[in-house]
């Protein structure tokens, strides 16, 4: 692991996102409840923050965090017939929070894809990136 213990304590942020593509019937079968599984937005949030917390184990350089928040928003984009998961993390700390935006974000990616796959194997995952950090020696935000 990179030695932080001289770095300043600082409010750390990040943002990460991640989009899975589905097929037309899966998202009619989503909004009418009909899911064998059930309501998979309700479990992916569940998982996300819940991986978010246990970065440290899953990765094996990740310093453990204590974080302050951990908030999954997931959004319908029925004409496009894509899932958008966004993961924002944030900590009292001295590195950052990307990778539990990350893994977060992944996690409830592949939640959902667990939920939905008995019927549309045909998933796509795609786009997991880190939409912007704070906090540390460099902020960082993605130009559309």
Not at 16 to 45: C, D, H, M, Y
Not at 49 to 58: G, N, P
Not at 90 to 110: D, F, I, N, R, Y
Not at 136 to 143: A, E, I, L, Y
Request: overall charge positive.
């Amino acid at each position: 692991m990179v030695d932080v213990g001289g770095k300043t304590t600082t409010v750390r942020r990040a943002v990460a996102s991640g989009r899975i593509t589905v097929g037309k019937a899966t998202l009619r079968a989503i909004t009418r409840g009909t899911l064998p599984k059930g309501n998979p937005f309700e479990v992916a949030r569940i998982a996300g923050i819940t991986a978010a917390k246990k970065t440290a184990e899953l990765i094996p350089l990740c310093h453990p965090l204590r974080l302050t928040a951990v908030n999954v928003e997931i959004a319908v984009k029925a004409v496009a017939s894509v899932i958008e998961v966004s993961v924002a993390a944030s900590a009292e700390e001295k590195t950052g929070v990307e990778m539990e935006a990350l893994v977060g974000c992944t996690v409830a990616l592949l939640t959902i894809y667990d939920m939905l796959k008995a019927i549309d194997p045909a998933m796509v995952i795609s786009d997991v990136r880190v939409l912007e950090k704070t906090g540390g020696k460099s902020d960082f935000r993605r130009v559309k």
